[in-house]
């Protein structure tokens, strides 16, 4: 038995926090549990979303076999109630006389965890795992994160390059295991990252609204079965399933060795997208939807960016509004 579905999500409504493009210090007015200023938690509509995200879970048709989640607080928060109801109703069938099943852990994954652009300065890390485990209870002690970004940031290249290689340990692993479905919690940019990867079509410019990336949207993708004639390339049933705007564009080969149509890999590049950031669950539709500039690097000069787009100007404090922001923004 080998994996079939791989749903993708991303986070809830967050609190805001804003970086120093000069010194890289972060700061946030409100401060999740594990006291880092970027991992800030999630608002009480998020929570909500949280919870309307794990109602709507429980019901697929097939169940999810198992979770990976960037560690920053907000993804966990935001998966953590859909595993406590998943654990609750198999013991619920165990107590009544059904089967044994195992507990639903979440697999804290780095290669999945946020994306911070290129800079100067050391950029935020997730709590340690003592701690995460001490605030959600279901993190598996044992897995171990196979890809971990670099601290200095990463080109847009480099984060393919990143997702590409962590989506894979995933797809082996949760195939070696016996695994068909399995979400993934994530942030915005790697949402959009891992879309491009699995479907192995990548837009000319980054900055393409191919993939969705709203709070709780639900992405699914399926993985067809191979094309005898074209062998781990894309066959005609994939490119047909391709976000809105994937093909249109047009697509060129992914850089740093990302796969694609005939590129050697086998686990992606082929996957079928079936929805594209859903929200048809939330009460709230689509909200704070986030895509690339084509700008996502830390300059000396740029001004002080905050949650919402705002950002301030270093020398002269005159705050001005930017549409997209590189960090702090609605993609954390």
């Not at 995460?132 to 196979?146: D, G, K, T």
């Not at 847009?156 to 995933?170: H, Q």
């Not at 004639?229 to 047009?250: D, F, Y």
């Not at 950031?277 to 704070?288: A, K």
Request: aromatic share 6%; charged share 20%; glycine share 12%.
């Amino acid at each position: 038995m080998s994996l079939e579905t791989i749903y993708v999500v991303r986070h809830g409504f967050r609190c805001t926090w804003s970086v120093n493009p000069v010194t890289g210090e972060t700061t946030a007015s409100i401060l999740s549990p594990t006291g880092i200023p970027a991992d800030p938690p999630l608002t009480a509509h998020g929570v909500d979303q949280s919870k309307e995200l794990a109602t709507h879970l429980i019901a697929l048709e097939k169940p999810i076999d198992a979770v990976y989640s960037s560690p920053y607080y907000r993804c966990l928060q935001t998966i953590s109630p859909f595993v406590k109801r998943t654990n609750d109703r198999r013991r619920s069938s165990s107590e009544d006389g059904g089967g044994a099943l195992s507990p639903l852990t979440v697999r804290a994954e780095r290669g999945i965890s946020e994306f911070f652009g290129t800079a100067h300065f050391d950029h935020p890390v997730p709590a340690d795992k003592p701690l995460l485990q001490r605030l959600f209870p279901e993190i598996n002690e044992a897995y171990q994160s196979r890809v971990v970004p670099c601290r200095r940031g990463e080109s847009i290249e480099d984060l393919y390059g990143r997702v590409r290689s962590a989506v894979e340990n995933i797809i082996e692993q949760c195939d070696a295991e016996g695994h068909r479905t399995v979400i993934l919690c994530t942030h915005a940019a790697v949402v959009i990252a891992l879309g491009r990867v699995l479907t192995g079509e990548f837009p000319k410019t980054v900055d393409v609204e191919d993939f969705g990336a709203f709070t709780c949207g639900l992405s699914k993708f399926r993985r067809p079965k191979p094309d005898p004639e074209l062998g781990h390339g894309v066959s005609e049933e994939s490119r047909g399933g391709l976000a809105t705007g994937a093909m249109e564009n047009g697509c060129r080969q992914a850089p740093n060795g990302c796969s694609v149509a005939g590129g050697g890999m086998q686990n992606t590049g082929n996957w079928v997208c079936e929805a594209n950031s859903d929200c048809s669950f939330l009460s709230g539709g689509q909200e704070r939807g986030w895509s690339f500039s084509g700008d996502e690097a830390f300059d000396p000069g740029d001004r002080i960016l905050a949650a919402g787009g705002v950002g301030q100007n270093l020398t002269n404090g005159i705050a001005a509004v930017r549409s997209r922001s590189r960090t702090g923004s609605s993609r954390l």
